[in-house]
């Protein structure tokens, strides 16, 4: 007798979820940040080459990795069917696909930092699912191909299990979840925080050119872009946070997050920009950032002469070579604690990040970081420059059109165009509008309380009626003109001028 394959692929699959469910939960009730598929999905991500990351973040933007998940999800799906298409051959067929999943899911847990003996029970919960439940649903299978007068009975013996599997494996991460809450604990310590010397406060009036459609000057933190490599944020109780700085000092410090609220407080409005954002691109903001100055830390611990950088690693493992300089000069290079005058949020790096103004994120902007070692550059390479980036990254002078916005219909006559411009640790100095290729226009900026932040623009001019292409250029206080050269984001920053195409009717 012929068997169907679907009741086989069916116990396949089923029996994987039923695995995912539990080894979710088991993570969940753990409190382990990472469930397999979450840092399977991470290994991915540092294993994938520099140009492909950015060639995903910039096709996928903020669905990039949503987009990895569901493509691991999708994967093991169709493994799950192979698994039980092996089923109809010998019980022992399906650990060829159960023991090596298992085997890349304990991997990826374990090159984990900080991953211990606890982060793999997730892994064999989930390993001891598949093959006992797997070998439960076909083995009900198989009595009813050697007994066809049973088939039907067996086959709806089944199906009612198959339907409580269904049922119990939803049930068990759904129970995962409410048992392991981890963020929404850490969530309601961080809203009720309060840090001594962090204030709330409104930007100054004149940083407004009072044009609508620009972005606003003090960026709010639900619309602070979001970049880094982590799947699931880590969610830290401040009490648990603490910090080492080590390396090439004469003295070592570790900072518990007590420690390092207790001591004189820096409030600063500071404008960050990651180095994938293409020329007039959305992946740049300002806030006003408190914390505690690196450099008044550095200056106790004697670091030695030969240091030139500061490897930063996060929880998660993220690391970072920063310049010493950048560091160590005047400007408020911080472990930030607040964001607009509240904790940090968990996505923006509660309880600890570092801000370092004029410098691209991804060379010194660690989210949730727990480690600092002075070092040099020659010993030490960060996540991004492994994968050919530049290693020091100073921002580039850069400005934006926002209104109007490309592909617009505007009234002819006279035409209001605004936008944002930056440059940080030099400041802007002027910034010009082009329409149709004619004479640069100066415009109107608005006010800024220092050089570490963008600054917003505005200019009115006549157009015609028809199609029109306006652009824009900035010069910064050093002199400097933003170069017409288009290059790409890598391997240190986009350059060009941001140009949209409008229609005057």
């Known amino acids: 007798m012929t068997t169907r394959r679907p009741p086989w692929v069916l116990a396949g699959v089923l029996a994987g979820l039923a695995g995912l469910a539990t080894s979710y939960a088991t993570a969940m009730v753990l ?85 211990g003996p606890v982060d793999v029970l997730p892994v064999a919960v989930g390993l001891v699912t598949w093959v006992t439940l797997h070998s439960a649903l076909t083995d009900a299978l198989h009595r009813g191909l050697s007994r066809p007068d049973l088939e039907s009975h067996e086959r709806r013996v089944f199906l009612v299990v198959a339907g409580v599997v269904s049922v119990a494996a939803v049930g068990i991460a759904v129970a995962g979840r409410l048992v392991g809450a981890g963020r929404r604990h850490v969530e309601v310590s961080r809203r009720l925080l309060r840090i001594p010397g962090v204030t709330r406060r409104q930007p100054p009036a004149d940083t407004s050119v009072g044009l609508e459609g620009i972005a606003p000057w003090q960026t709010p933190n639900e619309d602070f872009y979001l970049i880094d490599t982590t799947i699931a944020k880590p969610t830290i109780e401040p009490e648990d946070w603490s910090l080492r700085i080590h390396g090439l000092v004469e003295r070592e410090l570790t ?34 950032w408190s914390g505690v100055r690196i450099a008044d830390l550095l200056a ?60 691209y994120g991804y060379v010194s902007a660690t989210k949730w970081v727990v480690d600092l070692r002075v070092s040099t550059f020659a010993e030490s390479t960060g996540y991004w420059t492994t994968r050919g980036w530049s290693a020091e990254g100073p921002v580039k002078i850069a400005s934006r059109i926002d209104v109007p916005r490309g592909g617009d219909e505007v009234p002819a006559g006279p035409v209001s165009f605004g936008g944002v411009a930056w440059h940080q640790r030099t400041g802007i100095e002027s910034v010009e509008v082009q329409v149709d290729g004619g004479e640069w226009t100066a415009a109107e900026l608005g006010g800024v309380p220092s050089v570490d932040t963008w600054v917003q623009w505005a200019v009115t ?7 029109h292409e306006v652009r824009v250029r900035a010069t910064g206080k050093d002199g400097e003109t933003q170069t017409s050269v288009v290059r790409a984001t890598d391997p240190d920053g986009a350059t060009g001028w941001h140009a949209i195409e409008f229609s005057a009717v």
């Open 31 to 115: 409190t382990i940040r990472e469930s397999p598929v979450v840092a399977v999905a991470e290994l991915v991500i540092r294993l994938t080459p520099g140009p492909v990351v950015e060639s995903a973040i910039s096709i996928l933007g903020l669905f990039d990795k949503p987009f990895l998940v569901a493509v691991i999800l999708l994967v093991l799906l169709a493994l799950f069917a192979l698994a039980g298409m092996l089923a109809r051959r010998s019980w022992w067929a399906p650990l060829l696909v159960w023991f090596p999943l298992a085997g890349v899911g304990l991997v990826a847990v374990l090159v984990q930092r900080g991953a």
């Open 461 to 467: 001019l006549d157009v015609a009626e028809g199609d």
């Open 300 to 359: 106790d611990l004697g670091v030695s002469d030969e240091a030139d950088c500061v490897l930063q690693t996060s929880h998660d493992g993220w690391t970072c070579a920063t310049p010493l300089a950048a560091l160590t000069d005047d400007r408020d290079a911080m472990l930030a604690v607040a964001m607009n005058g509240r904790p940090l949020p968990i996505e923006h790096g509660f309880p600890v990040r570092t801000i370092v103004p004029g410098l």
């Open 255 to 288: 900072l518990s997050y007590s420690d390092l609220v207790r001591r004189q407080m820096t409030e600063s409005w500071i404008t960050l920009n990651c180095v994938s954002n293409e020329v007039g691109g959305g992946l740049v903001g300002n806030a006003r």
